[in-house]
């Protein structure tokens, strides 16, 4: 069974301190996409990156990094200089390798972490 | 439209009442997933439509929940009886079917609330 945890429910740090939001995965299957979304106060879920099972290499873009480890089932973000309007909920989710058949599986969401920058 | 569009984007009903909620993804997403989120709480998988077909409906609460899709089109998700538990935002998301998951686009939601 699928199954994404996020431990941290809440995180509140001072602008430009460097904050990582953590996510830990359960999978059986060797095909797997994990993702990362953001939530601002206006709901909308934003897209981040997607990640595949058999891409371990480590992504930077801007302030954003995400870093997946296989051997520890993680896939950490980390804003670098955080900002006010980093202020958001991240979400971190998994899926499973498309059915032949029945194409794209479904996301399972972690519970969400509640970030806080504070200025 | 350009991003998946839900309506409404609010709705207050009285207990017992059935409500549809209407999610139009966005052109050629032939894949398309209804999520519900309490307040504070994360998303919670109910049912992912490929084309008009629902390989996966595991995540429906109880029988008073439905929903429909026409071809790869609008899909509407219809609560029956509701109950107060049922206050929540529902998000619809779609996204392109292919050999590699591509990343699912959001709506709004539609905030509904029982009264």
């Known amino acids: 069974a699928q199954k994404v945890t996020q431990a941290q429910t809440e995180i509140s740090v001072v602008e430009k301190e460097d904050v990582t939001l953590d996510c830990v995965y359960e999978t059986r299957d060797t095909t797997y996409y994990l993702f990362w979304y953001k939530q601002p106060p206006s709901g909308e879920l934003v897209f981040l990156i997607r990640r595949n099972s058999f891409d371990e290499q480590n992504e930077i873009s801007g302030r954003y990094s995400w870093n997946f480890q296989k051997s520890t089932s993680s896939f950490n973000f980390t804003i670098t200089a955080s900002q006010v309007v980093d202020s958001a909920v991240y979400f971190c989710a998994l899926s499973e390798g498309p059915d032949p058949i029945q194409g794209a599986q479904k996301l399972v969401f972690g519970q969400g972490t509640r970030l806080t920058i504070n200025p | 439209g350009a991003g998946v569009s839900q309506s409404p984007s609010n709705k207050v009903t009285e207990k017992g009442k059935d409500v549809e909620l209407r999610c139009d993804p966005i052109?050629?997403?032939?894949?398309l997933y209804w999520y519900r989120q309490r307040l504070g709480q994360g998303l919670e998988f109910l049912i992912y439509?490929?084309?008009?077909?629902?390989?996966?409906k595991s995540g429906l609460p109880s029988d008073r929940f439905s929903a429909e899709r026409t071809g790869e089109s609008v899909s509407t998700l219809t609560i029956q009886r509701t109950q107060q538990e049922d206050s929540a935002v529902y998000l619809c998301?779609?996204?392109?079917?292919?050999?590699?998951?591509?990343?699912?686009?959001f709506g709004q939601g539609t905030r509904l609330t029982v009264v």
């Open positions: 052109s050629g997403h032939t894949a």
């Open positions: 998301a779609s996204s392109l079917q292919g050999p590699m998951n591509t990343e699912a686009f």
């Open positions: 439509f490929q084309g008009n077909s629902a390989p996966d």
